[in-house]
């Protein structure tokens, strides 16, 4: 059906940060005629204005708002379709759950909470909702062309051996995201980088996995290890799932090292593949 038979969803931002101006303002420039930003939030009224006058180039008519009062006045607008929450890991659960409680549809940044039991619970008070919105996190690389691709293809490797993940990313001064406090936040961001960063390594191992009929993860384990003295612990892990069944893949993951490279491979009977 052609874009033009839908109505545009009506969008708000929540939380005006630096990933929000990165990849979220030009996502909605670029598709404004089927996702209407209607507004922005921040905790603070500074962020606001500085990423309001950016939307309103192509949403004239969005508004600004800061403070939690003002979060509480944005739920409650009727001309507000869905929330994209764009928060540190700290606080944006909290307020993911203070939005589909307030009906709207939810797009989640991860990593989604500081911890499995967290996500659990909200998980559990989701499904108590009488209504219950869409939640759905913005984990992006399940969506690229090339893993959709690998999931496509892993059918012709015969059975399947073995998974082997490879993240090598290093993270210095010379990367935008380098200095982000939240990230560093021992308590409240456990793992640091590791914690935020590989959960779009993880979600494409899993959906290869799943594509190649093996199920879901059942057990998990790995060391750690901090070389870098300017990031946050962990700055390393090496580990090995196993999925349920019986299907082992390696997970090597570091951003301490000083060269760029990523590699997925899958080894099957038949033959392998690499993205």
Known sequence: MAEENHKPVRLALIGAGLFTKDAYIPLCRRHASTVQVCAVWS??????DLLLPLIQEFAPKANGYHGDDQLDSLLQ??????????????????????????????????????????????????????????????????????????????????????LDLVADMPMNSSNKYFGSQWRRD??????????????????????????????????????????SEELPPPDT??????????????????????????SLSVTGTKGSLEV
């Open 43 to 48: 905790r603070s009224a500074k962020a606001t």
């Open 77 to 162: 607008d009727p001309n507000i379709d869905a929330v994209a929450v764009v928060l540190p890991v700290q606080v944006m659960l909290q307020v993911a759950g203070k939005c589909l409680k307030a009906g709207k549809h939810v797009l989640q940044e991860k990593p989604v909470a500081q911890s499995v039991e967290a996500v659990n619970l909200a998980i559990k008070e989701f499904h108590q909702l009488s209504q219950q919105p869409v939640w759905a996190l913005a984990e992006n690389y399940r969506s690229e062309q090339g893993f959709r691709k690998a999931c496509q293809m892993i059918h012709e490797l015969g059975s399947i051996i073995k």
């Open 186 to 227: 021992a308590e409240g961001c456990p793992g640091g980088f590791v914690m935020d960063s590989c959960v779009h390594h993880i979600a494409a191992l899993r959906a290869l996995g799943t594509a190649a009929g093996l199920g879901q993860v059942t057990e998990a384990s790995a060391s750690t290890l901090s070389l």
């Open 237 to 262: 892990l090496v580990g090995a799932v196993k999925f349920a069944s019986g299907t082992p893949a390696s997970v090597s993951i570091t951003f301490a090292g000083s060269v760029l490279r990523f």
